[in-house]
Every structure is written in C-alpha cells, then in structure tokens.
C-alpha cells in the first residue's frame, strides 16, 4: 500500500541530522521526498536518515541552478531546509520568491536557535541548544555534573520530530485554507517542550530542580538501573504504588523499609539495598522471573541485542534495508501502512527522472549537463 502520506511531494535541501530524520519520517509513510545534493555528495548506504529518497544534484554555485531548484520546488507541497538564517536568502531561495511561486508552500526552517534572537546565527549542536532550553541540567546522577542523553533530545526529538508534526500541520492548513506558510523549528524550543511535565512537576513542588534527587531521573531507587551478576543491566520503572508492590513481591522483599516508597529520604539506602539484591543474579534470570510482569522491568539491551528480542521480533520493529540492520518505519497504521523502505539513493540518480517530470525537454537537459547545473 501506498502510505498514509501518498500523494505528497517535499523538497529536502541537504543538511545533516534533525531535518534529514524528519524527511525520513515523512518518506516512511509515503510522501515523495526529493532531496537536492551538491555536486561530489558522498553515498553512504549505512545512512539510514537518507532512506526512501529520490535525489537530484544541482551545482547551486551555478547561474541558472535557482531556477531549476525553484521549478522543482514550485510542484511540491512542502520544502525542508536546514541552514544557517539567511543562507537559503542568499541563494535565492527565500520564503518570498518561493511562496510567489507556491502560496500554498510549506517552507519548512529548521535550526538550533531559531530564525530570530541573538544566537540565531551561531554555530552550535544539540547539547548547545538543551543546554539552553534547561533540559540538560535535568540529566544525570545526584552531584555529577551533566550527561547529555547523545543528540535524541535536540536533534531528534525536539528537532526532526517536531518538524515533521509542525510540516503535517501546516499541509492540513493549506488544505484546508488555501494559504502556505513558514515554519521556524528551534531545536532550543522544541527539547524545552519536551520537557513539559516535567515543568508541570516543578509548578507543583513536586519537582526539585537539582539532578537525580527527583523520582524519574534516578533519585528515587524504583526508578532506575541496576547491574547484574553476570556484569549486565536491569532497568526498573515500578512507580505506581500497585507495580511497586509486584515488584517488592517477585524479588521477595520482605525488608519493611521498602514500605517507604516515598520517602525521598530513605531512598539512598533502599538503592544500596535493591542493588545488592539485582547483583545476586544473571540479567537472563531476572528475565525469566519478571519480563511480562506488572513489576515494570525490561532488561537493558544494546544495539546489537535489541533486534532480537523476541517482543521486538513479534512486533517487526526492525528491520534490514539494503544489508543494513535499522528501526523500522513508526508508528503503525491499519488501513495504510508504511511500505518497507528503500536504501539511501546514490546522489544525483534521480535528476534526470525527477527533472523530465517538471516538463524539462532533452535538449534542455543537456544544456544543463553542459553548463555544470546537472
């Protein structure tokens, strides 16, 4: 089947992380995403953030590229670009000349700081932007300093994911009114909504704003990680009075200080204590007795491991594309789902095919061969 998103066209100027994984999103569910690669592009088969793409090389240095680029750009639905402010104005492909073209274009602005503000035009990466946001101080250990959970907060889920919902929102504006817009996608704003409860725990004091003292980010001792006799790890999440009581019952726990569940301050000797009790068995036995349980465990798996696991077999949640192991497309749809995705494109494969479509003849094809465009 086509996917639930058939019949859209996006144009993906070529950049790296958030907006090439919200077009990946997009291109999963069977948007037509056609990304614009300069000339000596590399082709990296193992870039899974690349997939389901078509992709059309344009020497953008060229005189006469913009009107190429603005040809194709003008039959889309939607554009993604991911440049510093005022790059793509300097190559004559603003929101202005585009949306004269287009008006129902969805020009879609993804960056770190966001179009406006002071370090709006500031190099930076995804521990700059939640560092800003106040994210980062939320993670890590009681008296560490920091630890940024790699780039999924920023880049990811803040960045590409946040793109891809505010790109579908404003399609259905357009659909619906007619009218096409630019949307300004901040990584700093989008990982600082993601903190949203989180901020609604602090307005109701039951949020300290220090690091791992809080029940969710390892302060309390039901919520975390622990290592195994065999050197692996365990991770526990029996929050709720009802999945703690499973929990203290499938370990046996008969100790009565477990009863101070929360009680912020017991829970440093509780951790010792539940720590001591994980380490007396394998990761595979602490599987056999809980995995499925209320208890809310699940062992800690790596990347390696991850792919079979049995509830991850069941469920199709990876899969192999091209030789190449990765997550398949999410989330799942019941009358239109994805179809398996296609193999990062070689750059320019598609330039020709993607060009002929928007009415290109093959004598002006091949003048744009021979003027360096194509």
Known sequence: MPGALAGIRIVEM????PAPFACMMLADHGAEVIRIDRPGSPWNPTDVLLRSRQSVVL????????????????????????????????????PQPLLQDNPQLVYARMTGWGQT???????????????????LHAFGRAGE??????NLIGDFGGGGMLLAFGVLSALWHARVHGKGQVIDCAMTEGSSLLMSMIWGFLAAGRWQDQRGVNFLDTGAHYYDTYETLDGKFVAL????PQFYAQLLDRLAICDADFAKQD?????????????????????????????????????????REAPAHPHNRARQAFIEVGGITQPAPAPKFSESPAAPPAPPPEPGSATLRVLETLGYSA????????????
Not at 71 to 94: K, N, Y
Not at 266 to 276: E, V
Not at 363 to 374: F, K, P, T, V, Y
């Open 263 to 303: 009680d912020p301050a017991a829970w440093p000797a509780l951790r010792l204590k539940l720590a001591a009790i994980i380490r007396q068995r394998t990761r595979a036995q602490w599987e056999e007795l809980l995995a499925g349980s209320d208890a809310c465990f699940a062992p800690v798996l790596s990347l």
């Open 59 to 94: 020497d953008m240095k060229k005189p006469g590229a913009v009107a190429v680029a603005r040809r194709l750009i003008a039959s889309a639905d939607g554009l993604i670009e991911g440049f510093r402010p005022g790059v793509m104005e300097r190559l004559g492909l603003g």
């Open 14 to 17: 070529a950049g790296i992380g």
């Open 237 to 240: 999440g029996a929050i709720e």
């Open 363 to 374: 004598s002006e094809l091949a003048n744009l061969r021979a003027d360096g465009i194509i």
């Open 117 to 135: 503000g002071p370090f709006a035009g500031a190099a930076g990466h995804d521990i700059d932007y939640i560092a800003l946001s106040g994210a």
């Open 145 to 150: 300093k920091p630890t940024p959970p790699i």
